[in-house]
């Protein structure tokens, strides 16, 4: 007898080749490097975006937390497990456009076309504004600068360190995750990273 997790991977593998990695305490699933989907031992969820999001939450799929230590990180998948028993075929079309949509965000920031800092992870307007007032002007600079070069870069600017959660903001933006599920142990090698290269 099999697990529900395995039954949900099994599920999804209908859906074309993947690649399996854990994420966010579970394993996240991708299609040509484009992850579309998290199953955990309990439940699945799927990436939304655009006009699957209206769809998702009209279904009543709530977003997947992330629970880290005393902090909680909601990230845009939907739960639907539900879904899939009550209605699979209309299940199969959300997973479906999950997927196309996940492929062409994937591509489409790939291509260099996605010239905005604030469409990052984690970025905004103001952060955009404060990291272009120091050379950096668009994404393909930002990401080959990397976070710990880009955060110096802004400390340099400003005469002074400036708060350290600018420096996990940056590196969920080049990792494309939220901040907050950044392990202490990635953000202790930036700080090492940080320190080794100033003064």
Known sequence: MTSP???YLNYLNKFGEQEKRSMFGGTGVFIDGAMFAIVTPASMYIRGGEKL????IKLGCAKFKHIKKSKTATVNYYEIRDLLEKDPQVCNQLV???????CKDKAFKQSGANKRLRDLPNMRLTLERM???TGVLDVP???ELGAVNVYRKVCEHHGEEVNR???WIFAGAVKGCHW????DEYKSGLLEQYHS???
């Open 5 to 7: 997790k395995e039954d």
């Open 141 to 143: 600079t930002f990401l």
């Open 53 to 56: 999001d209206p769809e998702l």
């Open 180 to 183: 907050q599920l950044l392990t």
């Open 131 to 133: 990291v272009k007032r």
């Open 96 to 102: 479906a456009k999950s997927i196309e949509f996940s």
């Open 197 to 199: 290269t100033t003064n």
């Open 165 to 167: 959660n600018l420096l």
